[in-house]
RNA sequence: GCCGGGGUGGCGGAAUUGGUAGACGCAGCGGAUUCAAAAUCCGCCGCUAGUGAUAGUGUGCGGGUUCGAGUCCCGCCCUCGGCACCA
């Protein structure tokens, strides 16, 4: 097809403007109606075989918030691009409707939790839609429906049965005035967030599942298993799970309790990953709460107080790392067990009661803690590693004192000139001769609580006897349905009253009993709802279709599930895989956190200090001198003041709605702008002339298709021969744009991949109608595949009204555009120019020039005659089609 | 305090990983169109000096390696996350 300049009428079906209500209500009619979402096992339509992506599923609080919209755009731009790859895509969706949430949202309305998340699920769900995110729908499932919590109860019962899940006594908030426990974050400053009563500490059974049986397993799987996951994510997990490796050993001792008999059987246990200074002990330090701290308050009454100040403070370690080193010596003492010297025992607020044995070795030399304890309380302090050449002085703490890879042992004995790890094998040899210690690896991780005292969860399905004590529910008699109809009010859950769920029938000895009415944890919910949705509606709790979907491909979600939610759901699918269930071991291959999305603050100042939040959609902006945001003002002029930037929230008012976005701009804007803004990794922060640029944009790919409509419908292939050279430029532009997106598709930099078709549209609109009606066709043909993952209702309209689907099918599962290597090669190449390595100008060779005619050409021009100041180049450095540097 | 990200124009960010720093967009400025405005189109746009060609300078700060450093190395500063005084 030869490029003429004719020109040619409007294509007759095309509208001249871009109308996004009409543009996009007819896409997703349309896409409902072939249901085009939907996914099936082994659809022999896509070669390449299944991928599965998936976003965590939000809470239905009541509507979107501009997070989830980030989230789902990047899972969906991710889908299109593999469907159109030949990919088997998952993408579906659901609710987890279970929480706490439901039920102060329930109070304050007065509706019941169900009425309230069923209609805000509804909400959310037409949101989806009108965002057009490629969901299979026919997979969605909230948690609070019987039908899937059925399974959380009879995978409850099944670890029951195995041990996995065991009850025991646990320690809870209790608030004594509305009768009722709480989470932690409801208690603020030691009181109720309701009532303000002081929250007390008490003890009532609960279920736990056995996640540190699996401690190793987990470790070893994100140090090693987890390829796709972030380095950030995976170190997270590995602290979080917190393996070390010591030994643990006690110190003998006679101290008797009130009764007469030995404290501990007269052994005080320590753990020490430091056993190697043993030598260098010069006191012991107990927890607070330790039985020999307790002991020690009852032989001494005055001590007793000082003991208990020393519970005092926060344990976050924030706070700890503030907090001053404070013990109290208790006139106790212990035998060191390898030289059998006398230790005195002291209480420490440094020790904690929670972490292995509450009760720690004392080596001022060389753990820096008890060095700052030693030299506050005048405790002598020992040197027994030597490192090098290094100076030992008890003045100061220097860092090589706590260095255990290099040292030696010194003034130990029969373990001098021992280095770490020999020295800690000869110790913990000596030790377990003496039958008092052993090496030994503890885990900071703790078993899963997962009891709550909440009433819109799932039920945990055991039944109390008066006889046979705690009697699973059968597993014909699953599922424990939750009756709907309650209206918590604060005064504990409403299931304690409702006689119609309590009473029941014991399963082993038919005697009436009491229903549990405990629920669980909203983490056992979403600890597998991802398998759920691969097995969609499946008589049991997975079937063989988990198999094909799982492990899961890509999963994104906040990064504030980094720990909790993940190590739950990698344990549960370990838990699922010993039960015979599955047959993977890790849940999810590849994880993206996306960033946070910010937005600026402004306040009005209050009495007493108080802000009152202003959304920045009602501030006039006022800038400092060097252009930056420092304030605004009201309509009425009222002046408001800037408080910085944000995560966007209900409590600053800084968010941004959605459907305002969807309303007036349409969700291709909104998601080509949320795809824009940054990276998806990257935090970012709202701009609303940014939206209006993507606006524009969309409008420009509009015109630039209806102006050459008529073009693009009739031309054929491009016919290299026949462009002008201004052609040529403009395709050579147009493929590097398609080389770079296909790179960052890849990558997952869907920002420049936004940018890159902006690239597109921008050498492309230098080919007027008419001009070259192959390369017009060409052209769009790529920037619609390019942004069909972005945009795909915009893209799907223009692709069908100028006959791309007649010839190409349809847009979601068309050929993906790769660039034409020929378009890429140009005639000429410009190459920079340096001298010295300075940048002074560039040259133009024929691209088919080898290195010395690079070389010859850079020598001989104008800018090594000026800047070279008369000297011949001593070394000339070529960087194919990049850079010629001339060293003189 | 420890560990891990990150500091690039007025702003969001790019630089295919050692090769033209600031792509692409926003804001701004100048112009065209318009009775006018919106919309649209064209041009300029790191900083300093200069009417200008141009020169110098520039990726948090100070050093280093290299023909060449935003990118690598050493030492600081700031910032955002994570956390366990974990013995």
Known sequence: MSCGSVARPRFPDMESQYHHKTVESAAQTHWSEIDAYRSIENDPRFPKGKYYACSMLPYPSGKLHMGHVRNYTINDMLVRYKRMQGYNVLMPMGWDAFGLPAENAAMKAKVAPAAWTYKNIEVMKAQCQ????????????????????????????????????????????????????????????????????????????????????????????????????????RLIQENWIGKSEGVRFAFPHDI???????????????????????????????????????????????????????????????????????????????????????IEVWVGNYVLITYGDGAVMGVPGHDERDFAFAKKYSLPIKQVVALGTHAFSTDAWQEWYGNKGDGVAVNSGKY???????????????????????????????????????????????????????????????PVVLPEHHIPDGSGSPLKHDAAFINCACPKCGKPARRETDTMDTFVDSAWYYMRYASANAETMVDARNDYWMPMDQYIGGIEHAVLHLLYARFWTKAMRDMGLLNFDEPF?????????????????????????????????????????????????????????????????????????????????????????????????????????????????????????????????VDAATLTAEQKATRFELHSALKQSNFDYDRQQYNTVVSASMKMLNALEAVKPGACPALAREGASILLRTLAPVTPHITFKLWSDLGFEKTDGALLDTKWPQPDAAALIQDELKLVLQINGKTRGEIVVPSSADKAAIEAAAAASSEVAKFGEGRAPKKIIVVPGRLVNVVV
């Open 416 to 478: 001098d000139g021992l280095k770490f790890k020999d020295c800690v094998d000869a110790v913990a040899a000596d030790l377990a001769a003496k039958g008092l210690g052993e090496k030994k690896t503890t885990f900071r991780l703790r078993d899963w609580g997962i009891s709550r005292q909440r009433y819109w969860g799932t039920p945990i399905p055991v039944i109390h006897c008066h006889d046979c004590g705690v009697v699973p529910v059968p597993e014909k008699d699953l």
């Open 256 to 342: 008797k309790d009130a009764d007469g008999k030995l404290v501990q059987d007269g052994k005080m246990y320590v753990f020490t990953t430091r056993a190697d200074t043993i030598m260098g002990v010069t006191f012991v330090a107990v927890a607070p709460e330790h039985p020999l701290a307790i002991r020690a308050g009852q032989l001494n009454p005055a001590l007793a107080p000082k003991i208990d100040a020393l519970k005092l403070g926060g344990t976050t370690e924030a706070e700890l790392a503030l907090k001053e080193k404070e013990g109290v010596a208790t006139g106790l003492f212990v035998t060191h067990p390898l030289t059998g010297e006398k």
């Open 130 to 233: 009108a965002l057009g995110l490629a969901f299979d729908w026919s997979r969605e499932l909230a948690t609070c429906d019987p039908a899937y919590y059925k399974w959380n109860q009879w995978f409850f019962l099944k670890m029951l049965e195995n041990g996995l899940a065991y009850r025991k006594t646990q320690i809870v908030n209790w608030d004594p005035i509305d009768q009722t426990v709480l989470a932690n974050e409801q208690v603020i400053d030691g009181r109720g967030w309701r009532s303000g009563a002081l929250v007390e500490k008490r003890e009532i059974p609960g279920y736990y599942l056995n996640i540190t049986k699996y401690a190793e397993e987990l470790l070893d799987a994100t140090l090693h298993k987890l390829p796709g996951w972030s380095e950030r994510l």
């Open 589 to 717: 291959k590849r994880m993206t956190n996306h960033g946070m999305l910010l937005n600026h603050i402004f306040y009005t100042p209050g009495s007493h200090g108080a802000k009152n939040y202003v959304p920045p959609t009602d501030v006039k902006l006022t800038h400092d001198e060097k252009g930056h945001i420092n304030g605004g003002t009201l309509d009425d002029g009222t002046p408001v003041l800037y408080g910085g930037i944000g995560k966007m929230g209900k409590s600053e008012r800084n968010g941004v709605d959605p459907q305002d976005l969807i309303d007036k701009y349409g969700a291709d804007t909104a998601r080509l702008y949320v795809m824009f803004v940054g990276g998806p990794e990257d935090a970012a922060v709202w701009s609303d002339t940014a939206v209006e640029g993507a606006m524009r944009f969309l409008r420009r790919v509009w015109t630039y298709c209806a102006d050459r409509s008529a073009d693009i419908a009739s031309a054929g292939a």
